[in-house]
């Protein structure tokens, strides 16, 4: 195979480390899309948990987390009614099961994007993947030239 | 692409159509619903308020009923599913005064309507979603058709934030125009991000289009100044001008954008954005066309998209057609925006 192979010359030996380049750039864009869409998924599950587990506690008293790493306690005062947002900057109120059901959507929605995404991903790799030998071939044979 | 837009929107043409389906009872004279009267299939309802002037009486319910043979549907027979319909376009990011706009549509396309017997009731409710959603996704914007009738070159500019593939936006319209018999020469006014020059160089040099380059760090409006006057003495139909992505809040780097537009006087004002940022991308476009100017909007990664929010809304909330959707990585997988076809593709059976 490698004796076939027409040597490569430097421009496209250049070509393909930019081919490369715009590659992993793009790469980088779908990872970021893969942990924001597994961010929100993980969001939506801790969501669901503290709904469930507000329906759950008989006073309706909380941890509520204020931010770096203080809490204090607070009671619900109506634990069946969850200010939820829909889409579209649009804020609906709606009852704790309806608002579970409706997080129980999003993240399967989420994992249908997040697989998307993960295809397009593996579409590229494989992509790099060949160029990068393509690459490795074209170096080895200007290494081998410039030792005969 | 929008295959959950789509599976909602299937759902709620369903429940619209159950809905003016129902099965009620024939309307007694005091127009309370007449007791000890056998339920007729495909009557009307009756609970109509009186003193709502576009709303049929009961009487002439009963004359269209029983002479013409004909049913009206009431604004309460499609009140609950259109509600329903409002939720299912706001949780697929479907801007709020788009939503608005097509739930008006379609109650104002049902409401009064006169069905005849045994005319479909899907047909009916298809015949609303369908004109409504037409309404609001404008009438698209033919490049080829404005290249045509413009004098040459014809100077666009793309903007947008960072990130959204407008680099690749640029090469893929390069693609497309060539393919279509334009001379197209492409400006890399993208001078600030690392790499931008290289990327545009290769995308151009894979294509055989001609690019303007300057050194990385030069003066963006000198680089489109220049494709400009290489167009104008090569006779080249179309200017692409690339440019860095910039949040239209950096003050700088907007003015640096109008500079821009006053050296190379763009003929068209291109807004990039990619479809799954839903209602942030309608958001930012409506911003960048209060800041700049924008002409048209290409949304880029649509096939990612499964909720259409972006799509559906962002003509008719900042009044600027969608001209392009990108649909994938290669230089083909792009296509002008046809409302009637996406309208189709939604509203098609499964």
């Known amino acids: 195979m490698a004796e076939t192979m027409q040597p490569m010359d430097q421009r496209e030996l250049m070509t393909l480390q930019h081919y490369l380049k715009e590659y992993g750039q793009q790469a980088e864009i779908f990872i970021s899309q893969l942990?924001?869409?597994?961010?929100?998924?993980?969001?939506?599950?801790?969501?669901?948990?503290?709904?469930?587990?507000?329906?759950?506690?008989?006073?309706g008293v909380v941890l509520l987390q204020i931010g770096a790493g203080a809490s204090v306690r607070a009671k619900i005062l109506e634990p069946d009614k969850v200010m939820l947002a829909i889409g579209a900057e649009v804020v609906v109120e709606r009852k704790n099961k309806d608002a579970v059901e409706f997080l129980k959507e999003r993240i399967m929605e989420m994992e249908a994007s997040q697989k998307k995404v993960t295809e397009t991903l593996n579409r590229l790799r494989s992509q790099m993947n060949e160029i990068e030998k393509r690459l490795e071939a074209g170096y080895q044979q200007s290494v081998a030239a410039v030792q005969e | 692409m929008f295959g959950g837009l789509k599976e909602k929107l299937q759902a709620a043409r369903g429940r619209l159509g159950s809905s003016i389906q129902t099965v009620i009872t024939v309307p007694s004279g005091d127009g309370t619903g007449g007791a000890g009267q056998e339920p007729a299939t495909e009557m009307e309802k009756t609970a109509v308020p009186p003193k709502t002037p576009a709303q049929p009486t009961i009487v002439d319910k009963f004359k269209v009923l029983l002479i013409e043979r004909e049913l009206i549907v009431s604004e309460k027979d499609v009140a609950d599913a259109l509600a329903e319909l409002e939720l299912t376009l706001l949780e697929s990011d479907v801007a709020l005064p788009a939503t608005d706009a097509i739930i008006a549509h379609v109650r104002k396309s049902l409401v009064g309507k006169h069905r005849k017997l045994g005319e479909s009731v899907d047909s009916l409710v298809v015949g609303a979603l369908r004109s409504a959603l037409l309404d609001v996704l404008g009438k698209g914007f033919d490049l080829l058709e404005y290249i045509r009738t413009h004098p040459r070159p014809v100077r666009i500019l793309f903007t947008g934030v960072n990130g959204t593939g407008k680099t690749t936006t640029v090469a893929k319209i390069g693609s497309y125009l060539k393919k279509e018999g334009f001379s197209v020469v492409i400006g890399a006014g993208d001078t600030y991000r690392a790499g931008a020059i290289e990327q545009i160089g290769v995308h151009a040099e894979r294509l055989g289009i001609k690019i303007i380059q300057h050194?990385?760090?030069?003066?963006?409006?000198?680089?489109?100044f220049d494709t400009v006057q290489y167009a104008q003495s090569h006779k080249i139909d179309v200017v692409l001008a690339d440019t860095a992505g910039r949040f239209h809040n950096k003050s700088n780097l907007m003015s640096q954008l109008d500079k821009i537009r006053r050296v190379m006087k763009p003929d068209l004002v291109v807004y990039v954005d990619e479809a799954v940022a839903g209602n942030d991308a309608v958001i930012r476009a409506s911003e960048f066309d209060k800041t700049i100017g924008a002409d048209a909007v290409i949304l880029t990664k649509a096939d990612?998209?499964?909720?259409?929010?972006?799509?559906?809304?962002?003509?008719?909330?900042?009044?600027?057609?969608?001209?392009?959707?990108?649909?994938g990585q290669s230089y083909d997988d792009i296509a002008p925006f046809e409302p009637a076809l996406v309208v189709e593709e939604l509203l098609g059976d499964a």
């Open chain 2, 215 to 224: 050194p990385e760090g030069g003066d963006p409006s000198a680089v489109l």
């Open chain 1, 35 to 59: 942990e924001m869409l597994e961010n929100g998924r993980m969001e939506a599950h801790a969501a669901i948990e503290a709904l469930e587990g507000m329906m759950a506690t008989e006073d």
């Open chain 2, 304 to 327: 990612m998209d499964s909720r259409g929010g972006a799509a559906i809304s962002i003509a008719h909330t900042i009044g600027k057609p969608l001209m392009f959707i990108g649909t």
